[in-house]
């Protein structure tokens, strides 16, 4: 298995783990480069096994397949334990990481990410019903226009849409359809008081992919995490709110003291 790896800092002696979200990759984490490299911290953000430039072999893309995977490549090649943050997707495995291999993970960052993923609302269900249905039917390529215009609707926001298309173009479409059912499937919920490393989920306060209470459902399972919503912020708040997105993810690698369990709005 070839692993693509955007490692932008190699000078710097404190890596993190980036991993991204769904038909994306590695270097979606491009606008917190800056930021954490200028922090001290080594962004170590791959192209998960079929997405961007990685290949894949394993005939079953699955959360704890992936996850094993991405676990034998990061042993050996960076100093760990390190801190891991994941987008939606990337989350999943973030998580599936450190129930698995907590010998690799010190620090965990969800964004945007669940444990167990159901819609609440029919408006919830319709957008996933269908964008899944379109991926199936019609290729992954096909229901591109639809997943950029939900996650990045503002106009000035076009160059993020078509950023998002290609990269949903190139995508293996058999890799995309499959990495969706296992996302459907995956249900980490009765594991997450296992974890107990300093923990932030942050969320986007707009975010119409993974529901805010899904969110919290996540937070308020793992013991003493804490949950960030940021305002304005959508799905890819990584993307859409960098500035504020950024200054929390620094405040939470760095923080003074660790807080009880809490949800916080904030902005920064």
Same mark, same amino acid.
């Given at each position: 298995?070839?692993?693509?790896?955007?490692?932008?800092?190699?000078?710097?002696?404190?890596?993190?783990?980036?991993?991204?979200?769904?038909?994306?990759?590695?270097?979606?984490?491009?606008?917190?480069?800056?930021?954490?490299?200028?922090?001290?911290?080594?962004?170590?953000?791959?192209?998960?096994?079929?997405?961007?430039?990685?290949?894949?072999?394993?005939?079953?893309?699955?959360?704890?397949?992936?996850?094993?995977?991405?676990?034998?490549?990061?042993?050996?090649?960076?100093e760990t334990p390190?801190?891991?943050?994941?987008?939606?997707?990337?989350?999943?495995?973030?998580?599936?990481?450190?129930?698995?291999?907590?010998?690799?993970?010190?620090?965990?960052?969800?964004?945007?990410?669940?444990?167990?993923?159901?819609?609440?609302?029919?408006?919830?269900?319709?957008?996933?019903?269908?964008?899944?249905?379109?991926?199936?039917?019609?290729?992954?390529?096909?229901?591109?226009?639809?997943?950029?215009?939900?996650?990045?609707?503002?106009?000035?926001?076009?160059? $993020?849409?078509?950023? =998002?298309?290609?990269?949903?173009?190139? @995508?293996?479409? &058999?890799?995309? !359809? /499959?990495?969706?059912?296992?996302?459907?499937?995956?249900?980490?919920?009765?594991?997450?008081?296992?974890?107990?490393?300093?923990?932030?989920?942050?969320?986007?306060?707009?975010?119409?992919?993974?529901?805010i209470e899904t969110?919290?459902?996540?937070?308020?399972?793992?013991?003493?995490?804490?949950?960030?919503?940021?305002?304005?912020?959508?799905?890819?708040?990584?993307?859409?709110?960098?500035?504020?997105?950024?200054?929390? $993810?620094?405040?939470? =690698?760095?923080?003074?003291?660790?807080? @009880?369990?809490? &949800?916080?709005? !904030? /902005?920064?």
């Amino acid at each position: 298995m070839a692993i693509y790896c955007y490692d932008p800092a190699p000078y710097n002696g404190r890596p993190i783990l980036l991993l991204h979200g769904l038909g994306a990759d590695g270097h979606s984490w491009g606008l917190q480069f800056p930021a954490l490299i200028e922090a001290g911290f080594r962004p170590i953000a791959p192209d998960l096994p079929g997405f961007g430039h990685s290949s894949v072999v394993e005939p079953h893309w699955d959360i704890p397949s992936i996850t094993a995977l991405m676990a034998d490549w990061l042993q050996g090649r960076f100093e760990t334990p390190m801190p891991v943050a994941g987008l939606s997707m990337g989350g999943t495995i973030a998580l599936q990481l450190t129930l698995t291999r907590p010998d690799l993970v010190n620090r965990l960052a969800l964004v945007s990410t669940f444990a167990f993923l159901r819609p609440r609302h029919w408006q919830d269900l319709t957008y996933l019903l269908k964008r899944f249905l379109v991926a199936v039917t019609r290729g992954s390529a096909a229901q591109a226009d639809m997943v950029a215009f939900h996650l990045f609707p503002n106009p000035d926001q076009a160059d $993020l849409r078509r950023e =998002l298309v290609q990269l949903i173009d190139e @995508s293996d479409p &058999e890799v995309y !359809r /499959t990495a969706m059912r296992a996302l459907v499937r995956f249900d980490g919920r009765r594991r997450l008081s296992e974890i107990h490393i300093p923990t932030m989920v942050i969320s986007g306060a707009l975010d119409s992919t993974v529901p805010i209470e899904t969110q919290r459902e996540l937070a308020r399972g793992i013991p003493g995490a804490q949950h960030v919503i940021i305002p304005g912020a959508r799905h890819a708040v990584i993307a859409d709110q960098t500035a504020r997105f950024n200054s929390v $993810l620094l405040d939470f =690698l760095q923080p003074a003291g660790q807080p @009880s369990q809490s &949800e916080t709005f !904030r /902005t920064p």
